[in-house]
């Protein structure tokens, strides 16, 4: 219901600000985390990134470089929690605060959309590492949130595949990274990503139990 999304989305945002400051390298760079607004389907933002006398109708969960502004779309998450668990919340938030860490660096935009994307949902397995039992996910949750990055894969995101394998990188199940050269790469489809392409939990090739390969946010760029 609508007071369960919204306590979600309030645990989500706690945890990831938390993992946020607590990130050496981001506190060097001494960046703040974005603030977050929920928003009514449909609604209208007036000025930032928005259009002081058209609007900018927001259809969906953005990041607003100007003024380091996440826009949620509560009606949007609770469709997204229907099909695919509560952890679809954190999968979605923390991309957009992947895109927040790109501003934080100077890099948004400064690349093709495909390759900031999956940069993006990189930098969102960075955050959510090992899931937190506070907002309540779990290992195994993270591949609902794999499985979210597939279904929604397009050409301006970055295909199903390579979503769910740049998000299983940040989370450190996957020897890869969220570097600039490594996500171009992917894109361009130099890299195999069999391993994470079944979908279904029972044939998996992903190991939930393990993260071989830790990253920090930062860290996990190498230099960007």
């Known amino acids: 219901n609508k007071d369960d999304i919204y306590t979600t989305i309030d645990k989500t945002t706690k945890f990831l600000n938390t993992q946020w400051n607590s990130d050496e390298e981001l506190r060097i760079l001494q960046k703040r985390p974005p603030q977050v607004l929920p928003l009514a389907a449909n609604s209208k933002?007036?000025?930032?990134?928005?259009n002081y006398s058209l609007g900018w109708e927001v259809g969906g969960s953005s990041y607003c470089p100007r003024t380091n502004t996440i826009f949620l779309v509560p009606e949007q998450l609770t469709n997204f929690v229907n099909n695919f668990g509560p952890s679809a919340v954190a999968f979605v938030v923390a991309h957009e605060y992947g895109h927040a860490v790109q501003h934080a660096i100077n890099v948004l935009r400064k690349y093709p959309t495909p390759v900031m994307e999956l940069q993006a949902d990189c930098l969102a397995g960075a955050f959510i590492k090992d899931g937190s039992k506070e907002i309540g996910i779990t290992r195994k949750d993270t591949l609902d949130m794999a499985n979210l990055a597939y279904a929604i894969g397009d050409?301006?995101?970055?295909?199903?595949?390579?979503?769910?394998?740049?998000?299983?990188?940040?989370?450190g199940m996957i020897d890869y990274g969220c570097s600039i050269k490594e996500m171009s790469d992917l894109h361009s489809n130099k890299v195999d990503t069999s391993i994470v392409e079944n979908k279904r939990s029972g044939d998996s090739k992903l190991n939930l139990n393990l993260t071989p390969f830790p990253k920090s946010v930062i860290g996990s760029m190498k230099n960007y």
């Open 45 to 50: 933002v007036y000025g930032g990134c928005g």
């Open 155 to 171: 050409p301006t995101h970055g295909s199903g595949a390579q979503r769910k394998y740049a998000l299983s990188s940040g989370m």
